[in-house]
């Protein structure tokens, strides 16, 4: 028994030529399933999206563990740049403290000068007069 086939005609746009196709009547029907064969193939296909999922799972689970890992290290260093930063500051502050000292220690010994240099210029000035 032969396959019994129509024939359609299609007209292609940009030239206008014409071709034949040949379509069968109609297809093999599909076997039928029984429902125990379905049920068979859903639980197959649920387990192994169980075990995909699963898996993903494990490599999320690592993936925040290592996260978790970073975030502690970082919280080290950044809690050790905020106690070298506090150092520092204090370290300013104290040299700052101590340049201000130099500066009034310098002012009085260069007042003092000044005042010497001014008796000294006065004593010079007297004695010039009187012994000249």
Not at 51 to 59: D, F
Request: glycine fraction near 8%; charge should be neutral; proline fraction near 2%.
């Amino acid at each position: 028994m032969g396959a019994e086939f129509r024939i359609l005609q299609s007209i292609g746009a940009s030239e206008g030529v014409s071709h034949l196709h040949a379509v069968p009547l109609y297809t093999k029907p599909m076997t039928e399933i029984t429902r125990d064969e379905l049920n068979a193939r859903l639980e197959a296909l649920e387990s192994r999206m169980d075990s995909r999922v699963s898996s993903i799972g494990g490599k999320i689970d690592a993936f925040l563990a290592a996260q978790v890992e970073r975030d502690k290290a970082s919280e080290y260093r950044f809690g050790r740049i905020e106690s070298d930063l506090s150092s520092i500051k204090a370290d300013i502050k104290s040299t700052s403290t101590d340049v201000h000292e130099v500066r009034r220690t310098l002012a009085r010994y260069m007042g003092g000068i000044t005042v010497a240099a001014a008796i000294s210029g006065i004593v010079i000035g007297a004695v010039i007069k009187h012994v000249f």
